[in-house]
């Protein structure tokens, strides 16, 4: 499951206060609160991999997890997500994978781990958008010849090939890249996810153009290709913020401290 967001405080209390926390008593590793509604596979999963902050205080025992309604999304449909609410949850304190001195650590590859994978589906939606334009360019004809032969067409094809084989190449280049290093950087894999969802959305939406109508009406799949490219923009951090935190590692500390050249 994914973590929920960049912003995990509790609605209606004080800014920083988590709406979710686990303490460890005895053995047990002991949960409450809720995740917000962007859980992965909350319908249906079996285990949970849980984010959440670490609190130091007893407890009590309690009812357990429950599963609220999935989202009703507009992209990424086949994905269930929905919100998880923990009621005393007592989880053995062997299940627990990084306390809170590992924490950070396990978040940073985790990220560098999950955005390659976005990064992969969009590039499939780019490339689905990418044939279905130009199968559809052979058959549809206007001014008493298929579109393709219309140089402006050609050329608008040109640039979606284009835009998909550059995406492809960045996100295989950052998985070979953070699976063969001794320390994944995360500047690659949010690169990748950014570049290739946004490549997933720009050609998308041009595939969709070129079908004109019937690329707005459900007999064709542009419509489903463009709705899932425009959800990658957001899935597993909003392109914003993951530019903003890929880019911290452009920062080198050791220049900051150096006095401005030429006394400017």
Known sequence: MLHPGSDIGAPGKPYGQ???????????VVINGQ?????????TAQVCALFC??????????????????????????????ELYFDNVEVPLAHLLAGPDAYHELAYRMLCEANPHVAVCAVGIARAALEHAVAYAHERRQGGQPIILHQHVRYRLFEMFRKVEAARALTRRAITYNATAPRPAIIASTAAKVTATQTAFEVASEAMQLFGGNGVTREYPLEKLLRDARAGMIADGANEMLA???????????RLRQPPANGG
Do not use: Y
């Open 244 to 254: 903003i935190r890929g880019a911290g590692s452009l920062i080198d500390p050791a």
């Open 53 to 82: 902050h670490h609190v130091d205080e007893q407890g009590r025992t309690g009812p357990g997890v429950a599963v609220i309604v999935p989202l009703d999304k507009s992209g990424f449909r086949a994905m269930n997500q929905g």
């Open 35 to 43: 995740r917000a509604a962007w859980i992965s596979g909350a319908m």
């Open 18 to 28: 988590p709406n979710c926390t686990a303490r460890i008593v005895g053995d047990k």
